[in-house]
């Protein structure tokens, strides 16, 4: 049997950090307010100067990742980036990335999963290794938020919650008949609560401009969110998933999970769900803190520093879950080799 596993993984964030209290000069907000709704202290943007992309971001992730899975770019059968701020309107950014990286004619797609893009990408990129359609991926998510967000008390509520970062995983299909690698993948749509969580413009349904400066004025160029619906769906959903994968993948009881790595929205929503569960302290790694919600970048990025620190090691297994715009909502089930 051909199983996906994790050759190598990788980070990256900018070194401009904003603190919540910088924000608390562009809004009226506090470090208190924060705190107590998201759990998040501080996040990385990019320069104020401009001129990085969300592609630039995975560049520099997929650089280290590859580095640690001992593959040189040419190694790559396929790239999938998964994120919501492509560098452009289009072509998408894996196409930028794989010129970056120095290639001619690697395939790249791009996925639009929003908060659970790590998790379908980890998804597709295993249906595409045990069918035999590629050998060795690239998957990346990244971000850029910063430069989309409405810095002012008009858009707080969506403003203070998300930061910029990217992050990448080298993914090699092996033959062997142990239980290791890909165990298990549920994914999940449900578009009738697309407007719960979206950025509406500029938008091809808009016509003739798909921008006016009607909507501009309106703030309908930046994001808006139904923090309460979004906030009441993953403390419902996000459960149910974990038993659904659980069973899919033949494991009884969350002892036989050692890590669980959950989408970085809400610190309270993470702190809801291990509560629901009974899940010990500690099983379930939080960055959002010092990151803030990086979106498609969040699993990747915590599995990325549970890797490094000795956290999650070999003989472990580790769920990885989300649900966010979309709405989208899925899991994934993976045990390290």
Not at 192 to 213: D, G, N, Q, V, W
Not at 289 to 314: C, M, R, S, V
Request: charged fraction near 25%.
């Amino acid at each position: 049997m051909i199983r996906t596993l994790i050759r190598g993984t990788g980070r990256y964030v900018p070194e401009r950090v904003v603190t919540n209290d910088d924000l608390a000069q562009w809004m009226e907000t506090s470090d208190e307010w924060i705190r107590q709704r998201t759990g998040i202290e501080q996040r990385h943007w990019v320069s104020e100067t401009g001129e990085t992309g969300t592609s630039d971001l995975g560049l520099k992730a997929s650089k280290t990742a590859l580095e640690r899975a001992g593959w040189k770019p040419e190694d790559i059968d396929l790239i999938i980036f998964a994120t919501l701020s492509p560098d452009i309107f289009f072509p998408g950014s894996g196409c930028l990335l794989q010129h970056k990286l120095g290639l001619s004619t690697t395939p790249a797609l791009d996925i639009r999963q929003q908060c659970t893009g790590f998790i379908y990408g980890l998804a597709t990129a295993d249906a595409y290794i045990r069918s035999g359609m590629a050998e060795r991926i690239l998957l990346v998510g990244a971000e850029v938020h910063s430069t989309g967000l409405d810095i002012s008390t008009r858009g707080r509520d969506v403003a203070v919650i998300f930061g910029d970062g990217a992050a990448a995983v080298c993914l090699e299909g092996v033959e062997t008949d142990e239980p290791i690698g890909v165990l298990a993948s549920v994914l999940y749509s449900e578009g009738k609560h697309a407007e719960s969580l979206m950025l509406e413009a500029p938008a091809s349904r808009i016509c003739p401009e798909r921008i006016t400066h009607e909507m501009l004025d309106e703030g309908r160029h930046y994001p808006k969110m139904n923090g309460k619906l979004i906030f009441k769906l993953a403390v419902t959903r996000l459960p149910k998933i974990t038993m659904e994968i659980m069973e899919k993948a033949g494991i009884k009881t969350l002892d036989e999970i050692d890590l669980i790595i959950p989408h970085q929205a809400n610190l309270r929503i993470n702190q809801f769900y291990e509560q629901a569960l009974k899940i010990p302290e500690g099983k379930v790694y939080n960055n959002i803190q010092k990151y803030g919600n990086t979106t498609a970048a969040t699993i990747p990025l915590a599995l990325d520093e549970t890797i490094e620190k000795g956290i999650f090691k070999k003989g472990d297994t580790a769920l990885f879950l989300g649900l966010g715009a979309g709405v989208t909502w899925g899991a994934n089930l993976y045990r390290h080799a």
